[in-house]
């Protein structure tokens, strides 16, 4: 059913879901949403699947015309969504009507905004998952980001007799400064103790040169013991790698397979999830965790994750 016609496009918004696994040793990036959570708990407010596909947006929301009665849902950066010009609460289940115009305020911290709809989005499936891949140009709606006069299509489904809301203390405050925890990378030992030490006692800056892709960070310089590069080896979302230049680099969502710089270390999957909320001039500091520590952090993440769907409370 068409559910959206998109009068304008906002900066970057394209349909993801939570990505395609299973394809990196052909070369084929994951994607998926950039804050996996926000989709999920978006998800779950219209009692999709975590999984399913919705509308990932970027630092400048779109305007969508609304083509037929349909419930949504609207998580992520903190930002004033507006029907027909009144703001509307995040967070929650929301009723649409027909010729309802959806609209997005500035984002006042975060960088990414999820819309979901009952059923989910209709996206063609390319090796199993709706993502988009803009620079494979496959997945999604022709392979792009949104642009205007598209139609945004969902898949049919009941409507639901009651409307839910996150509990407050689930849902995520996002500022401008992200404090993450990773363990040491798999090439941790070409780098100084003085470099290790300097990544995880420095705050650094996020970028103009930050997207699906990655971050290039600005900060203090990591040190390495010799060389700077590596026989490209598999580099997962999460990875930070340091080139020559003593500057890191956050690996993201969409990232090639492999990579030949050193990775000093490897973020933990729920702050790769927190991360993808940043944005140019946000300010990132890196915490030492042993691997058990990041697998009991992965535990209580997966519980919370699984668990959402429980945990939601009836909107008044």
């Known amino acids: 059913m068409k559910v959206f016609n998109v009068t304008k496009p906002g900066f970057f918004t394209t349909v993801q879901d939570l990505g395609r696994y299973g394809y990196l040793k052909y070369g084929v990036p994951i994607s998926g949403a950039m804050d996996a959570f926000s989709l999920a708990a978006a998800n779950v407010l219209v009692r999709n699947k975590p999984g399913d596909a919705g509308l990932e947006i970027t630092l400048i929301g779109p305007e969508l ?16 969504p507006k029907i027909d010009g009144q703001d509307v609460p995040m967070w929650q289940t929301l009723n649409l009507e027909e ?3 959806v609209s997005f305020s500035r984002m006042e911290s975060g960088c990414r905004v999820y819309i979901t709809v009952r059923g989910g989005i209709e996206a063609p499936l390319v090796l199993g998952s709706r993502s988009t891949y803009v620079r494979g140009e496959f997945g999604g709606i022709n392979g792009r980001q949104l642009r ?5 299509e969902g898949f049919e489904a009941e409507p639901l007799d009651a409307l839910y809301k996150m509990p407050e203390e689930l849902v995520p405050k996002f500022t401008h400064r992200f404090q993450v925890q990773a363990v040491l990378g798999p090439q941790a030992d070409m ?30 310089l990591i040190e390495h013991k010799g060389k700077a590069d ?23 969502r969409d990232a090639q ?4 710089y050193p990775k000093i270390a490897v973020i933990v999957t729920p702050d790769v999830s927190l991360l993808g909320q940043a944005k140019p001039n946000d300010v990132i500091e890196f915490s030492e965790v042993t691997v058990s520590q990041a697998q009991e952090r992965l535990r209580e ?16």
């Open 191 to 220: 780098f100084t103790e003085e470099g290790i030490d300097t990544f995880f006692s420095s705050e650094y800056r996020v970028t103009p040169e930050a997207d699906r892709m990655g971050y290039r960070l600005e900060g203090p």
């Open 65 to 80: 015309l609304v083509l037929t009665k349909v419930q949504v849902a609207i998580t992520g950066a903190a930002v004033s």
């Open 148 to 152: 205007t006069g598209d139609i945004v």
């Open 257 to 260: 397979t492999t990579g030949g």
């Open 230 to 252: 590596i026989v490209s080896d598999a580099l997962l979302h999460g990875s930070v790698q340091v080139p020559k230049n003593g500057k890191p680099i956050v690996i993201m």
């Open 301 to 316: 993440y997966s519980r919370l994750f699984n668990g959402l769907n429980r945990m939601l409370v009836k909107a008044v």
């Open 99 to 101: 010729r309802d115009v």
